[in-house]
């Protein structure tokens, strides 16, 4: 196997990541070892690769700082509209090579650490993942954030630091261990603590009702400190900020217990406040109706209305003197976007700030946070709706519970005003849920307390709007939106395919990493051999590069030159890995039977499984990276890949199994997974195996209760796809079997991956919902850090308007 081009080596004959001037690189030579010397304290004799990632990190960092606080002078002077995207899920990944990427500095630091003798992609392999995230709905946000960034808007992400994201995965003896992810142990250069911005939050007490309005009274509070980390957009000068709040106790926690002489206790039990944001809880479209989770999502919401506010209120716009009217300009001021229910919480927090605090009158509070608030849903199934018991409610967040009935008695009151007599709709409208113990359904709060529902795919929309939430856009049509999910053409191809992205970028210019609808004009190349070629050789490369990681990290062989059939996902029963598994297992039984078989097989490429039961992936994400990165997908009519196979045409994909219709006429007469079984010869001899301990032979009954599933509990219907799926993947190994034919195709969906760029979805986030213009602020390139202090010293000091 030839050793593959290091990305070191590919960048240098490339043009896309920035000029390396020598200035330039003299420069970031000279930053290195400064803080080599200064930050890290370390010289070249005892300098670990670890010192060496920081000191770079630093080095790139400081040509964030001086656009940072010029981008925010901006928006101070300039007073925009703000977009808040709230999010108990930020999963950022890793921040260096990016940041590099947006700053135009990639060449230059490629030059500089080439030239201090050491391997760039050596020290970007020290960094720690900021795992803040279970899978795509976290990974949306961070998408989100780059693109707001780079199409100049006036946006922050609010969410929480946990100190320890998503657990690293471990296989032992073939079941999975979970490892604790301590991704701040060596410290994280790309955040700035702000401690002087901290603020309290507050849990349990009562609530107290006085002559001057309603009080919460003889709660316990906890400290929110913001962390705030820079957000560059594409070359274009702007740094928003994302701000992580982690939990702090008071210095007087527990000052009781210190009265009565336990200090030490006292000072140990400060755990207990600070376990708010020590742990990001791991479920994937799941809800858990857990304290500490509850205490997370108000935690983020209580920290950061408080923060809108004061900004708010420092703004050209803001109620100083003239707080009754004052308010009335807020939703022109701030949009707040809710990723999922999980920051619902905001809502009658926003509603108790205007009640409580500012002395707003029902009608006017709640006028304004309509105005204010949008809820994206991310799911329809039932098992991942947010339905938090009364009672918890009550205990930890008194007030918000009043307010939640009283916007619920409003909204009833409404209800049976249009629909007299219909007590079958007030209980299924209803904000809380009666049935089975009182719960606050968060999804109907979110609805009644927003201004735009949407969804997150044409199909998935259509299911919020005329299923799941009939009832709801029955009475407010026009609330409801589609807001097709996208995926950041920097990080999902600049990033992770260098050869690619500058390939194209030889073809059709550069302009495509701002507008990636150009990828359109690649429909012309689709029959140029050399271009076919090219394609096909950047695939074989990354190839080549992957199997040599597999190789080096996990000890694992595999052939760069057959087919890599992909399904990376968090591992759900609805994804339907199991449908995979059983494709796995009958390739193997035709194997079994004819070795020469398996040497048409084994000649293989990259294809993407997006197998789940139509209906229940709402977008999916990992679907369009696949897709901008060449490869072929194999997927049912499920979420976007209804959309990727309209953009390209259904016959440049494998599609196959049943539509919504296939399944909803399949429920009606009843799913019977032992009809399939025994009309299939194919899938009874898998089942059959997995049943009799064929690959368990040490434990036979290993799978039982998997199979028992598949049989008398299968929500989604495996067996009803076996067929079809099992003749879409004939289909595929036919075509790979011409690998121009294959690749023409490829280049087909690279050329209609366009749409699936989240710049796209933010664009229409901007105008159908926050009423904010892309690029309005024309961000001036940084000063000097010198006239950079003296700029903000002159602006905090100018007189407020
Ligand atoms: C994109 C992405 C996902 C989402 O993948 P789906 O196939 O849409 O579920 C999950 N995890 C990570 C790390 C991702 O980058």
Avoid at 532 to 542: A, G, L, M, T
């Amino acid at each position: 196997m030839s050793r593959p081009l290091s990305d070191q080596e590919k960048r240098k004959q490339i043009s896309i990541r920035g000029i390396v001037g020598v200035e330039n690189v003299s420069e970031l030579k000279k930053g290195f070892n400064r803080h080599l010397h200064f930050t890290l304290v370390k010289d070249r004799n005892v300098a670990t690769t670890r010192d060496y990632y920081f000191a770079l990190a630093h080095t790139v960092r400081d040509h964030l700082v001086g656009r940072w606080i010029r981008t925010q002078q901006y928006y101070y002077e300039m007073d925009p509209k703000r977009t808040y995207y709230l999010s108990l899920e930020f999963y950022m990944g890793r921040t260096l090579q990016n940041t590099m990427i947006n700053l135009g500095l990639q060449n230059a630091c490629d030059e500089a650490i080439y030239q201090l003798g050491l391997d760039i992609e050596e020290l970007e392999e020290m960094e720690e993942d900021a795992g803040l995230g279970n899978g795509g709905l976290g990974r949306l946000a961070a998408c989100f954030l780059d693109s707001m960034a780079t199409l100049g808007l006036a946006a922050y992400g609010y969410g929480i630091r946990y100190e320890y994201g998503i657990f690293n995965q471990k296989i032992r003896e073939g079941w999975q261990v979970e490892e604790a992810d301590d991704w701040l142990r060596h410290g994280n250069p790309w955040e700035k603590a702000r401690p002087e911005y901290m603020l309290p939050v507050h849990f349990y007490g009562r609530v107290e009702e006085t002559k001057t309005g309603v009080k919460w009274v003889d709660t316990q509070v906890v400290l929110a400190m913001p962390y705030d980390t820079p957000v560059p957009g594409y070359m274009n000068n702007t740094v928003n900020t994302m701000r992580l709040w982690s939990a702090r106790a008071p210095n007087d926690f527990k000052l009781q217990d210190f009265n009565v002489g336990d200090y030490i206790q006292a000072v140990l039990d400060r755990n207990l406040a600070e376990n708010i944001s020590r742990v990001l809880y791991p479920n994937d479209n799941f809800f858990e109706g857990k304290e500490l989770r509850l205490k997370q999502e108000y935690f983020v919401v209580a920290a950061t209305l408080q923060d809108i506010l004061r900004r708010f209120k420092a703004s050209k716009f803001g109620c100083r003197d003239t707080i009754r009217t004052g308010f009335d300009a807020f939703p022109e001021k701030v949009a707040i976007q809710l990723n999922d229910t999980h920051p619902a919480l905001g809502i009658p927090e926003l509603m108790r700030v205007f009640l409580d605090i500012e002395k707003l009158s029902w009608d006017k509070a709640w006028e304004i946070t309509k105005k204010t608030f949008a809820y994206t849903n991310h799911t329809v199934l039932p098992e991942a709706l947010e339905r938090w018991p009364v009672e918890l409610f009550e205990k930890l967040l008194p007030r918000h519970l009043q307010i939640i009935y009283e916007i619920n008695q409003r909204h009833l009151d409404k209800i049976a005003s249009l629909f007299p007599g219909d007590m079958d709709r007030l209980k299924r409208m209803s904000l809380i849920e009666e049935d089975g113990g009182k719960r606050v359904n968060m999804a109907h709060l979110c609805i009644v307390g927003s201004h735009v529902v949407n969804g997150v795919a044409k199909i998935h929309s259509d299911i919020v709007r005329n299923k799941v939430f009939k009832d709801f856009s029955e009475i407010e049509p026009e609330k409801f939106q589609n807001k097709t999910n996208g995926i950041t053409p920097r990080r999902w191809l600049l990033l992770c395919n260098p050869g690619l992205a500058e390939l194209i970028a030889e073809k059709i210019g550069e302009d495509y990493v701002k507008d990636l609808s150009q990828l359109s004009k690649l429909n012309k190349l689709v029959d140029d051999p050399s271009f076919i070629r090219d394609v096909s050789k950047v695939k074989e490369e990354n190839k080549i590069k992957f199997a040599h990681y597999l190789e080096k990290e996990y000890k694992v062989k595999i052939n760069p030159a057959s087919m890599f059939d992909v399904q990376v996902k968090r591992i759900h029963e609805y994804k339907r890995q199991l449908l995979n598994c059983l494709h796995v297992i009958t390739m193997y039984n035709h194997l079994y039977r004819e070795v020469s078989l398996a040497e048409k097989v084994i000649p293989a490429t990259d294809l993407s499984e997006q197998i789940s039961t139509a209906g229940t992936e709402a977008s999916g994400t990992g679907n369009m990276k696949f897709m901008l990165n060449g490869s072929l997908t194999i997927g049912t009519m499920d979420g976007a890949n209804v959309e990727m196979a309209e953009e390209a045409g259904e016959e440049n994909l494998f599609i196959f199994g049943m539509r919504i219709k296939d399944v909803e006429e399949l429920d009606k007469k009843g799913y019977n997974a032992q009809e399939f079984y025994e009309k299939l010869p194919e899938l009874k001899k898998c089942i059959d195996q997995i049943q009799g301990g064929f690959f368990s032979p040490m434990k036979p009954d290993q799978f039982k209760d998997l199979v028992n599933m598949l049989f008398y509990n299968d929500r989604f219907k495996v067996f009803a796809d076996y067929e079809a799926y099992i003749k879409a993947q004939e289909k595929v190994s036919e075509l790979y079997k011409t690998p121009k034919q294959w690749t023409i195709v490829a280049i087909k969906n690279i050329a209609a991956s366009g749409k699936f760029s989240s710049d796209r979805t933010i664009k229409e986030y901007a105008k159908d919902i926050w009423g904010v213009k892309p690029s309005n602020l024309k961000i001036p390139p940084p000063n000097e850090p010198r006239d950079a202090i003296d700029d903000v010293v002159a602006a905090s000091q100018k007189p407020k308007a």
